[in-house]
């Protein structure tokens, strides 16, 4: 036979008699005329046969779903409901949380008269110097100098060793609060003391070392100052 008697091999060829037969599809002679009933339960029940049959689904659960992570994700509704409860509970804190006008108004950061001891300070103290070991380790002095830098000194002893104002020369104890430009501290009179950080130099002792803070170059909160990169700067003796 030649290539010129052969029907054509095209995938979506009309099946033949025989073939539709052994499908089990009616067959239908008239052209244009809609498919049996037959030709449309052909394909439903030849996926079921041939895909359902096999499948298990404890297999599939095993190998697709357990001990697997699955990202669900929400509905539209969902998300935008989580959105504006989250917007709300911004509101919210934002509505409860003191201005530094009210905190000023309220006295939040002063300490009273009765508590100005020095006596109440010194477990602040005890835990500073346990944070100081810890923060310490094996390192030796040069290298631990710029662990202190970025180190809170609530606790601390700190004591004045030359100062551009006399009178403060000499002053030490413990600080109880630490501003961007100010150390407040506790002396062993039971007295609370301003020392400004501007102008100022201080010691702090650790372990059988003695450490220099220049205030000029310290002038930063403590939450700024621990994520803050330091560079060498030039001092000026007072």
């Not at 089990?24 to 895909?51: C, H, K, L, M, W």
């Not at 450490?211 to 990169?229: D, E, L, M, P």
Request: net charge positive.
């Amino acid at each position: 036979m030649d290539n010129q008697d052969r029907p054509s091999l095209s995938l979506y060829n009309r099946l033949s008699e025989d073939s539709q037969r052994s499908a089990g599809v009616e067959i239908n002679t008239t052209p244009g005329a809609p498919a049996a009933a037959g030709s449309q339960a052909f394909v439903p029940t030849y996926v079921q046969d041939a895909v359902v049959r096999d499948f298990n689904a404890d297999v599939a659960y095993k190998a697709k779903v357990k001990s697997k992570v699955i990202l669900l994700d929400n509905a539209p509704g969902d998300q935008t409901e989580a959105k504006e409860r989250k917007k709300r509970r911004k509101r919210v804190n934002k509505s409860k949380a003191l201005t530094a006008k009210e905190k000023r108004s309220l006295d939040v950061y002063n300490i009273p008269l009765e508590s100005r001891k020095y006596e109440l300070f010194l477990p602040l103290h005890e835990l500073w110097k346990c944070y100081m070991e810890d923060l310490f380790g094996s390192t030796n002095p040069v290298a631990f100098t710029l662990k202190l830098l970025k180190a809170d000194f609530h606790g601390a002893i700190i004591t004045v060793v030359r100062s551009k104002c006399p009178t403060y020369v000499g002053a030490s104890g413990i600080v109880a609060q630490e501003t961007e430009n100010v150390f407040k501290i506790i002396t062993p009179s039971n007295a609370l003391q301003v020392i400004p950080k501007a102008n100022n130099v201080f010691t702090v002792q650790i372990r059988q070392s003695v450490f220099t803070v220049h205030g000029n170059h310290f002038r930063y909160r403590a939450s700024q100052r621990s994520t803050k990169k330091f560079k060498p700067k030039p001092t000026i003796d007072l």
